[in-house]
């Protein structure tokens, strides 16, 4: 277990060292919601309407920016080599790295989206279920991610290739990300269900992305 | 224990590397691979490892740890040294000492550099980054090396120590397995001499 921590603590420690991970996504974040209202035009009435669809679609666009950094860095300088000869199993490996990359971009990310939510004019009762939602949300966007992000390892700016593979893999997480908000504002469907289908959808994810991914890992290194 | 292999081949991108390689190394062995460049050292010490696949043939590993994978009872040195640039050179062997166990400090002493304890890797030479990544070894108790090309930018002394530190391994009882052009004062006890795809494994002979 001390490896796993190990992991995970030295990946968060380069990627706030390094920074470029969470504050550019984060930034990324900042600059689609506010350039929305722009192309939308000033109505609050429509921006308060679409406000949580369009925070979840920028929500994704940004945690799909920071997806190809996943395992790259390491499969890069060969500490993939070596952690694929170590005593934890390459699937532990993927979960300890995918919990300090969702520590380090997917969590300012949630903690950003109320701030932004102002900007949209966001209904004041939706703040904490968009809150909910994210953080139950993200961790799926995160393990689903890294499935296209090792899948693509070998691939020389394999990013965007990432994005047309995990996109459609990231529609269920959305429907029911912005019905379980909607359902608060606009009723009459309660939270509950589309809160509960979201949470599944982020353990059935982090069950099926590790395994996914240490095979693609596996598959690279070869 | 015993590293046995039988009739090992390898096919990389639709391309047979080498097929047919049978060869051996017992505790206290030393067996050097050579051949020209591309004729498959580097892929034979990455299918030790178990990075690549075996496309046929048997790999054993005879009295070792059943509960562990080969590649697990392994130190793979490869061309890369896998250090962090951000990371002073402790915090990087710290990283790998709670990985395989090991005292990071004793590990920068061995291939002297404490000195360099606290500067970020990025900064370090190309040898001395050779360095922090063999420093690894020191690491663990892993009873099969695999060095590729280990002494790829190491000066002299730094060679010295690699050879000792290689001869030491051996004189333990474990087994190193390198593909270098350069003895390093390393008594190896078997050759495996790569050619067009085949391999002639036989006792040491010195350098070709």
Same mark, same amino acid.
């Given at each position: 277990?001390?490896?796993?921590?190990?992991?995970?603590?030295?990946?968060?420690?380069?990627?706030?060292?390094?920074?470029?991970?969470?504050?550019?996504?984060?930034?990324?974040?900042?600059?689609?919601?506010?350039?929305?209202?722009?192309?939308?035009?000033?109505?609050?009435?429509?921006?308060?309407?679409?406000?949580?669809?369009?925070?979840?679609?920028?929500?994704?666009?940004?945690?799909?920016?920071?997806?190809?950094?996943?395992?790259?860095?390491?499969?890069?300088?060969?500490? $993939?080599?070596?952690?694929?000869?170590?005593?934890?199993?390459?699937?532990?490996?993927?979960?300890?790295?995918?919990?300090?990359?969702?520590?380090?971009?997917?969590?300012?990310?949630?903690?950003?989206?109320?701030?932004?939510?102002?900007?949209?004019?966001?209904?004041?009762?939706?703040?904490?279920?968009?809150?909910?939602?994210?953080?139950?949300?993200?961790?799926?966007?995160?393990?689903?991610?890294?499935?296209?992000?090792?899948?693509?390892?070998?691939?020389?700016?394999?990013?965007?290739?990432?994005?047309?593979?995990?996109?459609?893999?990231?529609?269920?997480? $959305?429907?029911?990300?912005?019905?379980?908000?909607?359902?608060?504002?606009?009723?009459?469907?309660?939270?509950?269900?589309?809160? $509960?289908? $979201?949470?599944?959808?982020?353990?059935?994810?982090?069950?099926?992305?590790?395994?996914?991914?240490?095979?693609?890992?596996?598959?690279?290194?070869? | 224990?015993?590293?046995?292999?039988?009739?090992?081949?390898?096919?990389?991108?639709?391309?047979?590397?080498?097929?047919?390689?049978?060869?051996?190394? !017992?505790?206290?062995?030393?067996?050097?691979?050579?051949?020209?460049?591309?004729?498959?050292?580097?892929?034979?010490?990455?299918?030790?490892?178990?990075?690549?696949?075996? !496309?046929?043939?048997?790999?054993?590993?005879?009295?070792?740890?059943?509960?562990?994978?080969?590649?697990?009872?392994?130190?793979?040195?490869?061309?890369?040294?896998?250090?962090?640039?951000?990371?002073?050179?402790?915090?990087?062997?710290?990283?790998?000492?709670?990985?395989?166990?090991?005292? !990071?400090?004793?590990?920068?002493?061995?291939?002297?550099?404490?000195?360099?304890?606290?500067?970020?890797?990025?900064?370090?030479?190309?040898?001395?980054?050779?360095?922090?990544?063999?420093?690894?070894?020191?690491?663990?108790?892993?009873?099969?090396?695999?060095?590729?090309?280990?002494?790829?930018?190491?000066?002299?002394?730094?060679?010295?120590?690699?050879?000792?530190?290689?001869?030491?391994?051996?004189?333990?009882?474990?087994?190193?397995? !390198?593909?270098?052009?350069?003895?390093?004062?390393?008594?190896?006890?078997?050759?495996?001499?790569?050619?067009?795809?085949?391999?002639?494994?036989?006792?040491?002979?010195?350098?070709?």
């Amino acid at each position: 277990m001390s490896a796993f921590w190990a992991l995970m603590m030295r990946d968060i420690r380069l990627a706030v060292r390094q920074g470029g991970g969470g504050g550019m996504a984060v930034g990324f974040f900042l600059i689609v919601v506010s350039i929305l209202p722009l192309g939308v035009g000033p109505d609050l009435n429509l921006l308060s309407r679409i406000a949580p669809g369009l925070l979840w679609v920028a929500l994704l666009l940004s945690v799909l920016l920071s997806l190809d950094r996943i395992f790259h860095a390491d499969y890069e300088d060969g500490t $993939l080599d070596l952690l694929a000869t170590g005593p934890l199993p390459l699937q532990l490996v993927v979960i300890a790295k995918m919990l300090a990359h969702w520590v380090t971009t997917g969590l300012p990310l949630v903690i950003a989206a109320p701030v932004l939510g102002i900007l949209l004019n966001l209904d004041p009762a939706a703040f904490v279920p968009m809150t909910l939602t994210m953080l139950a949300g993200t961790p799926a966007l995160n393990f689903l991610g890294a499935i296209g992000a090792a899948i693509t390892l070998g691939v020389r700016r394999g990013g965007l290739l990432v994005s047309l593979m995990v996109m459609p893999l990231y529609v269920p997480v $959305l429907i029911f990300g912005v019905g379980a908000v909607n359902a608060v504002i606009t009723g009459p469907a309660p939270f509950g269900p589309p809160f $509960l289908v $979201l949470i599944a959808l982020t353990l059935i994810s982090a069950v099926i992305s590790p395994v996914a991914a240490a095979a693609a890992i596996r598959m690279n290194l070869d | 224990m015993q590293l046995r292999a039988e009739n090992l081949e390898c096919v990389r991108g639709g391309r047979k590397v080498f097929s047919g390689l049978s060869f051996g190394c !017992a505790d206290g062995e030393g067996l050097l691979l050579t051949g020209h460049n591309g004729c498959g050292k580097s892929s034979l010490l990455r299918q030790i490892a178990g990075l690549v696949r075996l !496309a046929g043939g048997d790999l054993v590993l005879e009295g070792g740890d059943p509960e562990l994978t080969i590649g697990q009872q392994t130190h793979y040195a490869g061309h890369l040294d896998a250090l962090k640039p951000p990371l002073t050179a402790h915090e990087n062997l710290q990283f790998w000492a709670q990985i395989y166990g090991g005292d !990071a400090d004793e590990a920068l002493a061995g291939f002297g550099l404490t000195h360099l304890r606290d500067i970020p890797a990025g900064l370090l030479s190309a040898g001395q980054k050779r360095r922090l990544g063999l420093a690894r070894l020191f690491l663990g108790n892993r009873p099969i090396w695999l060095l590729d090309e280990p002494s790829v930018s190491l000066d002299k002394a730094s060679c010295d120590v690699l050879g000792d530190l290689m001869r030491a391994h051996m004189g333990r009882g474990g087994m190193v397995i !390198a593909a270098t052009h350069v003895t390093l004062g390393v008594a190896f006890t078997h050759q495996l001499e790569m050619h067009r795809g085949q391999g002639v494994f036989k006792r040491f002979e010195g350098m070709p």
